[in-house]
């Protein structure tokens, strides 16, 4: 009988331990066996594009969930901890990881190698509306390179640079092969995105939406922002009256009746500007800063840049 006590209570004991190795092993993404080095992507576009090049040679870690918004948000305790740990931590930076970028430089800081992705896009800067005033932050860079594949495919070999660089034990010619592939990819991506574009007619290449999110599409598909119902580049900003007014008044004088709004946030501001213009306002949801679950529209950053000018294409033109 006291044999079985001792046996039960050891079991007692032995059970919070091992619940706590197996929920620690899922948090961090090992598992038995998986002595992968380790990459900690910041943002889920980053994510898919960097486990693209990547491969099997690493463990490719995202930290930022299916449909979150990359302005607001945090990390769990598990997840800063991961960054510390990591051979290379891809990020996007220009203050768009606004909850993160302090664990970014933490990292950096006890010998992590970090990788700026915006930085070395070639950004671009926000500028004023072009028919709605200035906006907040007019000057300061901006962080939505992805909405530019070319860009994305500077980025793509910068991150393979610096996979093989940092993190040790990786096969070279096996990421060097994927990065390849996957740029071939983005090349086809490019060329059929201005194909699409080009049936919109040059008078209605004007872009209104939530927020300042497609300056960089504009730049290089010929597209004149007029505003955005929040006039700033994140989504933690809050438009007031005036600026609704301002951007209402840009709208009707550029006779643009098309809102594109972020799916990762409510379209409740760009429903008022619906209002606010007397109900004849198409408001056109787009996968702008995040990428949704896999099956959920957007689950690869091709597939969220496809969708996208799908449904830009069609409501520029059915205005």
């Given at each position: 009988m006291s044999v079985r006590v001792t046996t039960a209570r050891l079991r007692a004991l032995l059970l919070p331990l091992v619940t706590f190795l197996v929920v620690a092993g899922t948090a961090t993404g090992c598992g038995p066996g998986d002595d992968r080095p380790r990459i900690v992507v910041t943002t889920n576009i980053l994510g898919d594009i960097t486990r693209e090049i990547a491969g099997d040679e690493a463990e490719v870690s995202v930290l930022m969930k299916p449909n979150a918004d990359p302005h607001s948000?945090?990390?769990?305790?598990?997840?800063?901890?991961?960054?510390?740990?990591a051979d290379l931590v891809v990020h996007n930076g220009l203050g768009l990881e606004e909850n993160v970028t302090r664990h970014v430089e933490a990292a950096r800081e006890s010998g992590v190698a970090t990788f700026a992705a915006g930085e070395a896009a070639d950004p671009l800067t926000f500028h004023a509306d072009e028919e709605g005033g200035p906006g907040d932050g007019a000057g300061a860079p901006d962080p939505h390179f992805w909405t530019d594949p070319d860009r994305v495919r500077k980025v793509a070999g910068l991150i393979t640079d610096r996979i093989i660089q940092h993190v040790d034990g990786v096969d070279e010619k096996a990421v060097r092969d994927n990065a390849e592939r996957y740029d071939g990819e983005l090349a086809a991506l490019s060329t059929w995105m201005e194909k699409s574009f080009a049936v919109i007619p040059e008078g209605r290449r004007a872009l209104v939406t939530n927020h300042h999110v497609f300056g960089y599409l504009a730049?290089?598909?010929?597209?004149?922002?007029?505003?955005?119902?929040?006039?700033?580049g994140t989504t933690l900003a809050s438009p007031s009256s005036s600026d609704l007014r301002s951007l209402t008044r840009a709208m009707e004088k550029a006779d643009v009746r098309t809102v594109f709004a972020d799916s990762s946030q409510p379209t409740r501001l760009a429903d008022?500007?619906?209002?606010?213009?007397?109900?004849?306002?198409?408001?056109?949801?787009?996968?702008?800063?995040?990428?949704?679950?896999?099956?959920g529209?957007?689950?690869?950053y091709l597939e969220m840049m496809r969708a996208n000018t799908s449904a830009m294409a069609e409501g520029l033109t059915g205005n």
């Open positions: 948000f945090g990390l769990s305790a598990v997840q800063a901890a991961e960054l510390e740990n730049d290089r598909f010929g597209f004149r922002v007029i505003g955005a119902v929040i006039p700033s008022v500007l619906r209002r606010e213009m007397g109900g004849d306002v198409n408001v056109v949801p787009l996968y702008s800063e995040s990428l949704t679950e896999k099956g529209g957007a689950g690869t």
